[in-house]
């Protein structure tokens, strides 16, 4: 390609922005159709329940997961993962800005499935910390829960596009020098 048929970099910008946006919102009004919600994020958020009761009992706790509400048994104190607490907003930012961005699609395909995973397990760690503080430290529950936490998820799914950025920007870079 020569450099007068090469996309200028304020094509590709507004590209990715047309493109980040398009899926944004589509990914998000999504979420509004019932088939939707009652097919696959409801029955996913029974899944995030059911892995945060499974990974505090193998670290020696006892928690039960009942649909979309995680309890422990014994201490008491449970939290209800309900839409918007399940990362699915953040997820579908994170890949509509890796799908969007102009890189092989392979590429595009590999971070947004171990990019959301990853922020799926940063969530988990979330519902967790959660249930315990509603149990244990309950006068701090609504700053973790509706501050703390959705900052720190939207800067993960942040952090994670940087990384993976890097990471597919790297064989070009290599094979350029």
Avoid at 13 to 33: C, E, K
Avoid at 57 to 85: H, M, Q, R, S, T
Avoid at 118 to 146: C, E, G, K, T
Wanted: charged share 10%; proline share 4%.
């Amino acid at each position: 390609m020569t450099p007068e048929t090469q996309p200028t970099s304020r094509w590709v910008a507004l590209r990715f922005l047309a493109g980040f946006a398009a899926i944004s919102i589509l990914g998000i009004a999504s979420l509004l159709i019932e088939p939707i919600d009652t097919g696959l994020i409801q029955p996913f958020s029974h899944v995030l329940a059911a892995a945060s009761a499974l990974v505090i009992n193998l670290f020696g706790g006892d928690a039960l997961a009942n649909g979309v509400v995680l309890n422990l048994v014994k201490a008491g104190g449970g939290v209800e993962i309900a839409n918007g607490c399940n990362a699915i907003e953040a997820s579908i930012l994170l890949a509509a800005a890796i799908l969007a961005f102009p890189a092989r699609i392979g590429h595009r395909l590999i971070g947004a499935a171990l990019g959301i995973l990853m922020l799926q397990v940063v969530n988990l760690l979330r519902i967790i910390s959660l249930l315990y503080l509603n149990r244990y430290a309950p006068a701090w529950f609504d700053f973790f829960h509706l501050y703390l936490w959705d900052a720190l998820i939207m800067l993960d799914g942040l952090l994670i596009f940087l990384v993976w950025h890097r990471w597919q920007d790297g064989p070009h870079r290599i094979a350029a020098a």
